[in-house]
C-alpha cells in the first residue's frame, strides 16, 4: 500500500498540509531540527490560541512555531520562556545566544510573540489556568525537573491542551525524560517519534481536532505510525543536513580567512628579513670600510715614520708613572 492510500485510509494526510515543506528562516545549531516540519503541522492542524515554550536556547523550535504562525497567518499569541544561562545537560549558553536570537524574532515576530527572560517557576503565576493550547517542555532533563515542570504547567493547559516533551529517546547521563514519557504517556492519548532524541505527543485536554487525533491514535506497531516517523524524519533531516552544511560553510570562511591572515603574516616576515638583511648588508660594508680606513692609517708614511716617537713617548708615560708611585 503505498504513503498516499494508507494516510487517506486513516483519515489522516500530512500532505494536506504544505507547511510541513516550508524553509525555516531560522537555523541555529539544534538537537531539534528535524522535528521542524512536524512543529509546523502541529500548528497548522491544532491553529493554538496560545503556545508556551520551556526552554528555548538559541531558538530553533520556538522560531519554528512563531514562522508556522505567521505564515498561516494565526491569532496566536506565542511566549518563550527561558533563563538564558544554561544548564548541567545544556552547558553554559553563549552569551549572545539570546541577542542571536532576539536579532531574528523581533523584527519578524515581535507582534505577537514575547521572549521572556525567567525561570519556569518564575514564569507560572503570570499564566492563567487553562490558558495554554500548546506547551513545549524542554528544559532541564533530570526525571525529577521534567516531572516537575509537567506537574505545574498542567493546571494551565486549555481543554484543547497539546503537550510536546523533547528528549524522550536520550538515555544517557542523568537523563529522565524517557523515564518520565513511559509513566504519562499511558495515561493521555499520545504518540513518539524516536529520531532527534525523540519527541513525546501528549494530547492532555478533550477537545482535539479529529485530524490530530487520528495521529495519536496510531500504534508503535502499525504501518501508519512507521511511515508517519519516516515522513517527518525525512523532512527533518534535510534542515538539520542544511545546518551543517552551513556550518562547514561557515568554518571554511574562517580557514579561508586564516590562512589569508597568515599568509600576510608569512608577507611580513619575509619583508622584515629582507630589511634586516639589507641592514646586516650595510653594516658589513661600513665595517669593511672601518677596516679599510684603519689599514691605511696603519701603512701611511706619517704613521711609519710617527712611530718611534709614539714608542718612546709611551715608555716615558710608564717611567714617569711608576716614579711617581
Known sequence: ???????????WNPLSHPIVFAEPRYLPHSAWLEHIPFAMYAVDVLKPRSIVEL????????CAFCQAVAD??????????????GDPHAGDYDPDVLGKLRAHHDPQYGGFSRLIQSTFDEALP??????????HVDGYHTYKAVKHDF???????????????????????????HTFWEEIRVQYPSFEFWHCHGLGVLAVGTTI?????????????????????YFFFNLGRRHQLLERQEQMRRHIGQLCKDVAKSTEAV??????????????????KEVRAAEMW???????????????LRFFGNLIKRFSAKRSL
Open 72 to 85: 498561516l497567518r494565526l491569532s496566536t499569541q506565542c511566549f518563550a520562556i527561558d533563563s538564558w544561562e
Open 1 to 11: 500500500m503505498n504513503n498516499s492510500s494508507t494516510t487517506a485510509a486513516n483519515g
Open 267 to 284: 608577507h611580513e616576515a619575509q619583508r622584515t628579513i629582507s630589511h634586516l638583511q639589507r641592514l646586516v648588508e650595510q653594516r658589513e
Open 55 to 62: 526552554g528555548t536556547h538559541a531558538g530553533a523550535s520556538y
Open 209 to 229: 481536532p479529529d485530524e490530530f487525533q487520528t495521529l495519536l491514535q496510531f500504534q508503535d506497531e502499525d504501518e501508519a505510525a512507521a511511515r508517519t516517523r
Open 126 to 135: 503570570h499564566f492563567a489556568d487553562g490558558s495554554i493550547d500548546l506547551l
Open 151 to 177: 506537574d505545574s504547567w498542567r493546571p494551565k493547559m486549555s481543554d484543547r491542551g497539546v503537550v510536546l516533551l523533547h528528549d524522550i529517546n536520550v538515555r544517557e547521563r542523568d537523563f529522565g525524560v
Open 294 to 308: 684603519a689599514r691605511s692609517i696603519v701603512h701611511s708614511r706619517s704613521y711609519r715614520v710617527g712611530s718611534p
